[in-house]
């Protein structure tokens, strides 16, 4: 009987050893469950300032793509004193949103009014003449029938989006 009894004995409890091995491991796994919390709190604010980098060149875009290709007023392309006067793709060559060299203290919209909360951010406005189309029906930069249009956005964080987008002279 007494063989049997030490069998029995022991199986019952976890010894010293394993508890303080168990305790390591969980330790350690919420030491990495909490830096990754830690972490996605710290960037939570980014994807914001990406939607509004995008959202800032998306409307610029939008607004010269829908310009005339050339100066309404006819002859040559005057570059218009203010964004509010532009009304052609080509005032918008050089365009820098706010101050010149580009240091933006704040967003505006197309008539000047600062857009509120939306400090940081820069915008710059490339037109130039550019090749479009597939090989045999192209169309030239020398045609002046294309211009190619680039926003390039930055914002905090060094968040910067570029978009490109090509406008034709449809109506010739």
């Known amino acids: 009987m007494r063989g049997l009894q030490t ?7 976890i010894t010293l050893i ?8 969980v330790g350690v796994a919420m030491a990495g469950v909490i830096s990754a919390i830690n972490f996605n709190v710290r960037h939570s604010s980014d994807p914001a ?7 800032i060149a998306e409307s610029l ?61 820069t915008a710059s406005v490339t037109v130039v003449a550019g090749d479009l189309g597939p090989a045999g029906g192209l169309i030239t930069s020398a045609s002046g029938a ?9 914002g905090p964080l060094n968040t910067t989006v570029l978009l490109e987008g090509y406008r034709t002279n449809y109506g010739i």
């Open 61 to 121: 875009l939008e607004e010269i793509m829908l310009q005339n290709f050339s100066d309404p007023n006819g002859g040559v392309n005057v570059v218009e004193a203010s964004r509010d006067l532009y009304d052609d793709i080509g005032d918008y060559n050089g365009y820098c949103m706010a101050t010149p060299g580009c240091a933006v203290a704040s967003v505006s919209d197309i008539t000047g009014a600062v857009i509120p909360n939306l400090n940081g951010y």
């Open 18 to 25: 394993e508890l303080i091995i168990f305790m390591v491991v």
């Open 7 to 13: 069998v029995v004995n022991r199986q019952r409890g």
């Open 146 to 154: 294309a211009m190619h249009i680039t926003v390039t956005v930055t």
């Open 49 to 55: 300032v990406k939607k509004q980098v995008l959202a």
